[in-house]
């Protein structure tokens, strides 16, 4: 069974940056893609960025520029950096990996991130 544990959430003024990193139980040389999601409250859960297995990135439109996802295989992590952070980043956020072979997604339990002052 594979987990996925998020750290480095937390509250930070706007302007500020915060770094989560995703922790998996497993080798990500078998995820084909892995990525951020956030969700704040009564919206839906949305992407914010994904990293394929060859370091393909693709960003949300609201977090370009500001924001930054990297993997490192042999920590088996997968890190966002978010500078410049904004209110209307505050959400909960989540790390997903896919699965080459079952195609099954996994999630993690997701991470509070609080911008304000």
């Known amino acids: 069974q594979v987990q996925l544990v998020e750290s480095g959430g937390g509250l930070v003024q706007p302007g500020g940056s915060l770094r989560l990193s995703c922790a998996a139980s497993?080798?990500?040389?078998?995820?084909?893609?892995m990525g951020w999601y956030r969700q704040a409250p009564g919206k839906q859960r949305e992407l914010v960025a994904t990293i394929t297995s060859g370091s393909g990135t693709n960003y949300a439109d609201s977090v370009m520029g500001r924001f930054t996802i990297s993997r490192d295989a042999a920590k088996r992590t997968v890190d966002l950096q978010m500078n410049s952070l904004k209110p209307e980043d505050t959400a909960v956020y989540y790390c997903?990996?896919?699965?080459?072979?079952?195609?099954?997604?996994?999630w993690g339990q997701g991470t509070q991130v609080t911008v304000s002052s």
């Open positions: 497993q080798s990500i040389f078998r995820f084909y893609v």
């Open positions: 997903n990996a896919g699965d080459r072979i079952s195609r099954l997604d996994y």
